[in-house]
């Protein structure tokens, strides 16, 4: 740690390094997902897309990063949607409703 004039104290970003094991600094991030890889949907504003089939989904690693899904749609379509929940874009938001 690191003492200013002020008394204010600042932390090092970053590794700390000489203290035995290095302490990396590290952000955890939660991410609200909706949907999942082999789930059924339909698309609420598009019924002639027909029944949809969740085929791939992808995660950053980055915080803040985006989380997208693939879906194959019964009219031979592949269309991707953001799967995270907390975002106004995401795929509920976009119309997309699981299939029962």
């Known amino acids: 740690m690191l003492s200013t004039r002020a008394g204010l104290v600042v932390k090092p970003f970053?590794?700390?390094v000489g203290r035995g094991?290095?302490?990396e600094s590290c952000v955890y991030e939660t991410r609200r997902l909706y949907?999942?890889?082999?789930?059924?949907?339909?698309?609420?504003e598009h019924p002639e897309w027909g029944v949809g089939l969740v085929?791939?989904?992808?995660?950053?690693?980055?915080?803040?990063?985006?989380?997208?899904?693939?879906?194959?749609?019964a009219d031979g379509k592949k269309r991707v949607f953001?799967?995270?929940m907390e975002c106004l874009d995401s795929?509920?938001?976009a119309?997309?409703?699981?299939?029962?």
Do not use: Q
């Open 14 to 16: 970053g590794p700390v």
């Open 21 to 23: 094991k290095e302490k």
């Open 35 to 44: 949907l999942a890889v082999g789930e059924r949907v339909i698309h609420m």
């Open 55 to 73: 085929v791939e989904e992808a995660r950053s690693t980055v915080p803040g990063g985006m989380c997208m899904v693939r879906i194959e749609f």
């Open 82 to 84: 953001n799967n995270d």
């Open 91 to 93: 795929c509920w938001y």
């Open 95 to 100: 119309g997309i409703r699981r299939h029962p």
